[in-house]
């Protein structure tokens, strides 16, 4: 009897996966094969096609399998997947980011969001000679140890792991605050500021569905940081070029000391890079003491991708026209839930946005943690009946892409009817 590919995985993967959320067990169902996609479709090994507001978590502006992109990629294979050594590409990347960032003036290219995180964290402790760093309560940051964390005992405070692997001195040297808490941030500089290396920050969380930062909060964190002697990193992955031609400190108005991108600067292929300071930036080898390497960071065929993104945003910036689109998806998801009785928060951002079974917006994860899941995980199950996918966990956003359609707007809604109904 053939195994089913279910079986097939679980019995070659820890899990059946390669990244957990992709198991669905958040929304208590058998995970999806993907087979193919384009546009704003993905399709399964069972033949279903799926509107996809998950968008492999953020990467693809323009869809899936965008024509400019696929091209890029085509044109770059036939050159060579790997050299090891510089290409033109990579400056030519290196030189966009720095145009659309300034507070940008050195960029190292890398192979994840996650490893320009990890890079950053190194970078900030060889710059000031300090040990520890300061993050938000549910801001992923990726799964090095001293970001894989979560809050201790107290509200705000030393954080304990939150992995099995990571060492509890290694989390000892992390602090946690609630996001948007400014008595939190104010309470840990003051007890820990002479060795605080760093606070990093996603700008606008999005890894606890969608939080946005309170008026002044940011401006915040860049005066404390000032006033310790700290560094301030933005985690952009997600934000950077999804709002606009460069990233939420573009239009805050803040700037960080560091900057971690990754997502839509690959075009939908592995990538990610760090960004800031000359002076800080150049503590990086080969010409300073932070020692930092990857093979395959520049990789000539994520950077032609990346590359065939980003000029296109600049050339054709679709931001207006996304936001107004996402808004209008928005309303009519909430006159739907209106109609049916049902009470949701949906806070948007952009062409993000997230669904919360609660009374009001939450501010920071533990009320995140307080809102109705089960909720979340039934819609999920209902919009899948009706062709609709979500990112599989209450924890996650969707996005919106530029080859979502009126048609699919309509359909889109008529799930949403169904599944509040």
Known sequence: MELSLKERALAAMPGGVNSPVRAFRSVRRDPLFAKR?????????????????????????FGHAPDVVVEAIARATRLGTSFAVTTRAEIEM?????????????????????EACMTAVRVARGFTGRTRILKFSGCYHGHADCLLVKAGSGVAGVAAASSAGVPEPCAANTLVARYNYR????????????????????????????????????????????????????????????????????????????????????????????????????????????????TLSGNPISIAAGLAVLRELKRRPPYAELEARTRCLVEAISSAARAAGVVVQI???????????????????????????????????????????????????????????????????????????
């Open 347 to 421: 806070p948007t951002l952009g062409s993000i946005f997230s669904l919360f079974f609660c009374d009001q917006p939450p501010r920071h994860f533990a009320e995140v943690l307080d809102t109705d899941k089960d909720a979340y995980i039934r819609m999920f199950h209902r919009l899948l009946e009706h062709r609709v996918y979500l990112p599989p966990s209450p924890f996650e956003v969707s996005f919106l892409s530029t080859a979502h359609d009126d048609a699919v707007f309509e359909q889109t809604a008529r799930a949403f009817a169904a599944a509040f109904a």
């Open 94 to 114: 290196a030189e966009l980011i720095k145009s659309a960032f300034p507070s940008i003036e050195r960029v190292r290219l890398v192979s994840s969001g996650t």
């Open 183 to 294: 008595e939190d941030v104010s309470t840990l500089v003051q007890e820990y500021g002479h060795d605080l290396a760093a606070i990093i920050v996603e700008p606008v969380a999005a890894n606890v569905g969608l939080i946005a930062p309170e008026p002044g909060f940011l401006e915040f964190l860049r005066a404390q940081a000032d006033a310790c002697g700290a560094l301030l990193v933005f985690d952009e992955v997600i934000s950077g070029f999804r709002f606009c031609f460069g990233g939420w400190q573009t239009l805050c108005g803040v700037r960080p000391d560091l900057t971690c991108l990754g997502k839509i600067i690959g075009g939908g292929l592995p990538v990610g890079a760090l960004g800031g300071r000359a002076e800080i930036m150049e503590r990086l080898a080969p010409i300073g003491d932070v020692y930092q390497a990857g």
């Open 37 to 61: 996609a384009h546009g704003p479709y993905i399709e399964t090994e069972d033949g279903e096609v799926l509107i996809d507001y998950c968008l492999s978590f953020g990467p693809l502006i």
